[in-house]
C-alpha cells in the first residue's frame, strides 16, 4: 500500500507559447507521518530517437509533509533549444511528471506535448530554420498516462531507534564474576553408575512381568476349559448311559418273558399233541380187542362196558 496517493494535476497555462514555464497544481494525499521529504521532477523528452536529448526542467523537495491531503504549485522553466535537434522542435513529444520519496520512484505522469506554430501559413509552409517565438505548445491534458510503482516506504512510526546507555548501565566482568574458562571438575560424576550397563534394564523386567502374567492367564483359561469339558462329558454320558442301561434291562426281561411264555405254551402244546396220539393208539388197540373177543371169548353181560370206561378214564388222566 502506498503512503502518498496523487488525487490530481491540473495543468494552468495551456496552450501557451514555447518559451513559456509550466505550472501544474498538484494535490496528493499523506496516510502516514513522512521521515523524508518529496521530490518531484520534470522532464522534457527531446528527441524520440534518443535519450541523450532528454532535459530535466526542475525539481522541487516537498516537506515535511503533514498527514492528510496537500495541495501545491509546481513551476518549471522551458526547454534549452540547445540540447533539441532542429527537426525536433516541431512536433510531438512527451513531458514526464515524477515524484520520489528516499531516491525511489512511486508515480509517474506523461502528457503528450504537440508543438506548432500559431498560424496557418506556417504550418503550411514551415521554414527551414525554426521561429521560436511563433511556436506554440499545447499539452493533451485530458488524457494523461499515470503510472505507480510499489516501493519501500521508511515513514516515522516505523523507525524504533535503541536509548544510548550510560556507563552506569555497563558492567564488566572481573576475575572473579566473568565465566570460567573450562567447565569445573566433577568428581562425583565417575561414582555415577554408567547408563550403558542399566540401559533398557527396566524395560526387560517390564516385558518379563508381563510374558509371566500372560503365561498364568493362558494356563487358567486352559484348566477351566478342561474342567468345563469333564463336567459337560458327566452330564451329557451319565444319564444317557443309566437310561440305555434301564431300557436293556426292561428289554432282556420283556424278551425272557416272551421266551418263556413261548417255551411253556409249547411245552403244554406237545404234551397235548402226546395225549392225543395215546388216546388214538388206545382207541385203536381197544377197537382191535373188542373185536377179537367178542370172536374169541365173548365178555360176560356188564363187564365190556365197565372196562372200557375205567381205560378212558385212565388215559385222561
Not at 4 to 27: K, Q, R
Not at 270 to 286: L, R, T, V
Request: net charge negative; glycine share 8%.
Amino acid at each position: 500500500m502506498s503512503v502518498v496517493s496523487l488525487l490530481g494535476v491540473n495543468v494552468l497555462n495551456n496552450p501557451a507559447p514555447f518559451t513559456s514555464s509550466y505550472e501544474f497544481e498538484i494535490t496528493f494525499e499523506c496516510l502516514e507521518q513522512l521521515q523524508k521529504d518529496l521530490e518531484w521532477k520534470l522532464t522534457y523528452v527531446g528527441s524520440a530517437t534518443s535519450s541523450e536529448h532528454d532535459q530535466e526542467l526542475d525539481s522541487l523537495l516537498v516537506g515535511p509533509i503533514p498527514v492528510g491531503v496537500n495541495k501545491f504549485i509546481f513551476e518549471a522553466d522551458p526547454p534549452n533549444l540547445t540540447h533539441i535537434p532542429t527537426s525536433d522542435i516541431l512536433g510531438v513529444t512527451v513531458i514526464l511528471l515524477t515524484c520520489s520519496y528516499d531516491g525511489r520512484e512511486f508515480v509517474r505522469v506523461g502528457y503528450y506535448v504537440n508543438n506548432e506554430y500559431d498560424t496557418e501559413e506556417l504550418n503550411a509552409e514551415p521554414p527551414a530554420k525554426p521561429i521560436v517565438e511563433r511556436v506554440k505548445r499545447n499539452l493533451l491534458a485530458e488524457k494523461p498516462r499515470v503510472t505507480r510503482f510499489n516501493i519501500k516506504w521508511l515513514v516515522h512510526s516505523y523507525i524504533c531507534r535503541p536509548k544510548p546507555l550510560s556507563l552506569t548501565h555497563i558492567v564488566r566482568d572481573t576475575e572473579d564474576s566473568a565465566p570460567a574458562e573450562f567447565p569445573p571438575d566433577q568428581p562425583e560424576a565417575d561414582l555415577v553408575e554408567d547408563d550403558g550397563t542399566a540401559y533398557g534394564a527396566e524395560e526387560e523386567a517390564e516385558e518379563e512381568a508381563i510374558e509371566a502374567a500372560e503365561a498364568e492367564a493362558v494356563k487358567g483359561e486352559k484348566a477351566a476349559g478342561e474342567d468345563a469339558e469333564m463336567a459337560g462329558a458327566e452330564d451329557t454320558a451319565g444319564p444317557s448311559t443309566a437310561a440305555a442301561a434301564k431300557e436293556e434291562g426292561d428289554n432282556s426281561d420283556a424278551g425272557s418273558e416272551d421266551l418263556e411264555a413261548e417255551s411253556s405254551g409249547s411245552d403244554e402244546e406237545e404234551i397235548e399233541e402226546e395225549e392225543e396220539a395215546e388216546e388214538g393208539d388206545a382207541d385203536e388197540e381197544m377197537d382191535m380187542g373188542e373185536d377179537g373177543g367178542d370172536q374169541a371169548n365173548p365178555a360176560p353181560p356188564g363187564s365190556h362196558g365197565v372196562g372200557h370206561n375205567q381205560k378212558e378214564a385212565v388215559l385222561a388222566l
